[in-house]
Nanobody, 114 residues
Framework: QVQLVESGGGLVQPGASLRLSCVASGRIISFGTMGWYRQAPGKQRELVAVITGGGITNYADSVKGRFAISRDRAFKSVSLEMNSLKPEDTAVYYC????????WGQGTQVTVTS
């Protein structure tokens, strides 16, 4: 059984920074793609950032230049550095991993408010 466990969410003011981390455990070798999605109240889940096994990254336009995704060499963990946070970044952030099958974490809340 593969599990993804996120950490690092919280309540911050606009302009602050947060770092989200996701660690995978279970019967895995390494993932092909890992990343982060988010879901705000009343909205659909959307892609935030993903990184492939080859290191190619893709970001939502709304976070380009502010967020940075990275992964470990074993490709069993992924992090998201979030800078210059805005109220519209408020959402539950979900870790995602794929190796044919897709896996999701339980989500971590990020709230940006003054």
């Amino acid at each position: 059984q593969v599990q993804l466990v996120e950490s690092g969410g919280g309540l911050v003011q606009p302009g602050a920074s947060l770092r989200l981390s996701c660690v995978a455990s279970g019967r895995i070798i390494s993932f092909g793609t890992m990343g982060w999605y988010r879901q705000a109240p009343g909205k659909q889940r959307e892609l935030v950032a993903v990184i492939t096994g080859g290191g190619i990254t893709n970001y939502a336009d709304s976070v380009k230049g502010r967020f940075a995704i990275s992964r470990d060499r074993a490709f069993k963990s992924v992090s998201l550095e979030m800078n210059s946070l805005k109220p519209e970044d408020t959402a539950v952030y979900y870790c995602y991993a794929s190796e044919g099958a897709e896996y999701w974490g339980q989500g971590t809340q990020v709230t940006v408010t003054s």
